[in-house]
């Protein structure tokens, strides 16, 4: 696992940096609340009642006044975002950096076939992933217990792991993009994120964009859906996963037959 130990020290400091960031942002929202509380009616009423804006954050569906509902809504976010953006990053970069940095030829000069190579790499994204969601799972739970709050087991639990499947997903899709890039593009990451979340945001909109929730990882991840039935769609968790597998897949035989410029 030496390209695995190599990747993961040659971005610690990225992951730490974003890491932090989502875990402070997801403490000071939940330390918020307490204060919020006790005002949450009249938002509550003012948010459920502003249409298609309601519809697309799911906030007519929702509570305010409730941990639950404030956390699948304002923390939702920011871990849905953070986390998809942090994925996508990492896994839109990982098989195409060794041309833009020039190290191409210093690698494949290595003992190494190429389907170790790329399994290494996977790995290295994969760890950092379940890493930074295990640490910011651990941070929502101390944060609730420091509030006073009683602390909603299924929902959170629920939520996290939803976004953790979003991760996974954005990651199989983004590492399978990295296969065919010559000189990585962080633009690129983003763009695959920002795109799945607001094509789900259209689908809470209209009806007849439902179907965007086949298309987009953050269909199965909706904190308004997740919170009023309490539990996961699995369906839409089965074709996200199978579009995560693909793109796997794709960078496994794309990297296998591409030729790299050192």
């Known amino acids: 696992m030496t390209i695995t130990r190599h990747e993961l020290r040659q971005n610690k400091i990225s992951f730490l940096i974003w890491t932090a960031a989502i875990c402070f942002l997801l403490a000071v929202c939940i330390f918020l609340y307490p204060e919020m509380k006790g005002e949450m009616d009249g938002i509550n009423d003012m948010f459920s009642s502003m249409g298609n804006f309601s519809e697309a954050f799911g906030m007519d569906q929702l509570s305010f006044g409730t941990l639950t509902g404030f956390y699948a809504v304002e923390c939702g976010n920011i871990l849905g975002l953070g986390g998809a953006f942090f994925a996508s990053l990492c896994a839109v970069s990982i098989l195409s950096k060794e041309e833009k940095d020039h190290t191409a030829e210093f690698l494949l000069t290595h003992p190494l076939n190429r389907i170790r190579i790329v399994t290494e790499k996977l790995a290295a994204v994969l760890l950092q992933v379940i890493l930074l969601n295990l640490i910011v799972y651990v941070l929502a739970v101390v944060s609730i217990l420091l509030t006073g709050e009683p602390i909603p087991w299924k929902e959170l639990t629920l939520l996290h792991?939803?976004?953790?499947?979003?991760?996974?997903?954005?990651?199989?899709?983004?590492?399978?993009?990295?296969?065919?890039?010559?000189?990585?593009?962080?633009?690129?990451?983003?763009?695959?994120?920002?795109?799945?979340?607001?094509?789900?945001?259209?689908?809470?909109?209209?009806?007849?964009?439902?179907?965007?929730?086949?298309?987009?990882?953050?269909?199965?991840?909706?904190g308004a859906d997740i919170v009023t039935s309490l539990c996961l769609d699995g369906t839409l968790i089965a074709v996200g996963m199978l579009f995560g597998v693909f793109g796997i897949g794709l960078g496994y035989w794309k990297y296998g037959s591409k030729d790299i410029y050192s």
């Open 161 to 222: 792991f939803a976004y953790f499947l979003v991760q996974a997903e954005l990651t199989g899709i983004c590492f399978g993009v990295s296969a065919f890039l010559r000189r990585g593009s962080i633009g690129i990451g983003l763009g695959i994120a920002i795109l799945t979340y607001f094509l789900n945001l259209i689908a809470n909109i209209s009806d007849q964009a439902d179907f965007l929730k086949y298309i987009t990882p953050f269909g199965y991840a909706d």
